[in-house]
């Protein structure tokens, strides 16, 4: 198995950036997919992006396209979202998830494994 720990949150203002982290460790990195999924207070976990086992494909919810790049460095065992142009409506916490499938997924229900989440709080 893998094990996850997000770092980066923080309180923002709107237009401002972060660059959230997930350090893994545990089983190869490298097979597994990954992805950033987001849950603000009283709403479902939602899909943020996600990236193949390699980085060489991403994607995204349409609601952070041009905003937030996911990457990962697999000598490293880590991933990172860099969140641009932050909006109010981007509060939540964030979770970093590994998952087995061959190819990223926008479901939570396909991740197997979840970091503890790191809060995000953008003021307006």
């Known amino acids: 198995q893998v094990r996850m720990v997000e770092s980066g949150g923080g309180l923002v203002q709107a237009g401002d950036s972060l660059r959230l982290s997930c350090a893994a460790s545990?089983?190869?990195?490298?097979?597994?997919?990954m992805a950033w999924f987001r849950q603000a207070p009283g709403r479902e976990r939602e899909f943020v992006a996600s990236?193949?086992?390699?980085?060489?494909?991403?994607y995204y919810a349409d609601f952070v396209k041009g905003r937030f790049t996911i990457s990962r460095d697999n000598a490293k065992y880590m991933m990172y979202l860099q969140m641009n142009s932050l909006k109010p409506e981007d509060t939540a916490v964030y979770y970093c998830a590994a998952g087995t499938r061959m190819v990223p997924s926008r479901s939570s229900l396909e991740y197997d494994y979840w970091g503890q989440g790191t809060q995000v709080t953008v003021s307006s």
């Open positions: 545990g089983r190869t990195f490298s097979s597994y997919v």
């Open positions: 990236i193949s086992r390699s980085g060489d494909r991403t």
